[in-house]
């Protein structure tokens, strides 16, 4: 049986291990990682999700004392529309990230950054025109388009003299939704260089609905490149959410798919930015412990660990610090859900909202665990040790259990 290794992606004239590491926001996947994914010859990605509380982090800057200093008198007030980014802060934090990625980069292999449309950040256009050109600026080699359909970010990118020598590619969940994308890029005259179909397996957001569990990533992605064939567009079709081994991979790139992308076995790994602690919780997670539920206020479902701190907490809303999730009305379903709990318990120094989370503070935190699917079989590529946790992987480790193995085998840590 043929193995990942034996093919290769072909981007443009970069020729790749068929392997990426997707997107994990909120600096889950870091620089480190995304890096290791680079020098060993594949595709990294880092991701901006909340950009400004990544830098102030890594780099130390304070964007979000500063914006928390100017719009701090509006905490008490339901209506969130005056907390607006400063796209100069944006872009200079933007800027950092993706420049100090790429100036640490070694090997063959490319970097990408992940870019979520439902980030809205209370001016969508604006804030994600800032996010793209400003990556494009700074030299990434690719950007991935993720939760949304993005039917408007080729133009925000069109007049930019890399719009047409970067990676561009997108993330879909359905033929319906790649058929809407290509149709706004054609008239563009610009193809995506690259497509992940995502299936219902994945971590993060689901591109589904709560009927999850009627679709599946093999229907999906021999629906896609049935229509690709049939349309005479070779465009690489990367499929994700649930490939678990390195032959669950090479069956994917026998089928005809260019690479694969995977994140949930990185989610253990030194390099990958959630706690130690937290580490062991996704190892020690049983099958029971997982679950999609609808408390991301994004209104896409989310796969997380049942036992995530932010589930059923009742926080503040912490717009004026962060709000990536206000619509352009300064708006987010958690500030009605904290409101309704307030209203109800007026006597409460504390309420608990369980319908939906505050999904920036959480993320920011690493309260929110979000995992793929078979985040319970974690325990499986690791030796638990005699204190009863597990050992952390490397990157490399994982990558290249991914690029060798066979006959669905998972090689454990020497
Ligand atoms: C912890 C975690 C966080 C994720 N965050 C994001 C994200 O911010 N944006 C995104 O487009 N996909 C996100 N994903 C999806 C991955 O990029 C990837 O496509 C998917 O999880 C692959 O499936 P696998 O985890 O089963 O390998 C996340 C996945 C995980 C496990």
Redesign the pocket.
Known sequence: MKRVDDYRLRLGQHELVPLII?????D??TAALALEGARLGGIG?I?D?MIKTVTDRRYDTHFVREKLKLYRQNIGNTDKSIVQFNLEHLAQAQRLHVSRTMEAKRGEGLIFI?C?EKLSMNAPRETLRVRLRTALDEGIDGI?L??GLHLGSFALMEDHPRFRDAKLGI?VSSLRALQLFLKKSARLDRLPDFI?V?GP?????LGFGMDWKQYDLTSITLEVLAFLKEQQLSIPLIP?????TGSDAAGFLAMGCAAV?????F?VTEECGLPTKVKQEYFRAAEDDIEVNTLSPTGYPMRMLKNSPAIGAGNRPNCEAYGYLLDGKGHCAYIDAYNREVAAHPEAKKVSVKDKTCLCTHMRNFDCW?????TYRLKDTSRRQPDGRYQLLTAEHVFRDYQFSTEGTIALPA
């Open positions: 997707g997107g994990m926001g909120v889950i996947s990605h991701s999700a992940n979520m991935t993720s939760a993330i992940v995502e397996l994945a971590g993060g957001h994700a959410g649930g490939i678990f992308q995977v994140a949930t076995r989610t979000t995992c793929g699917h078979y």
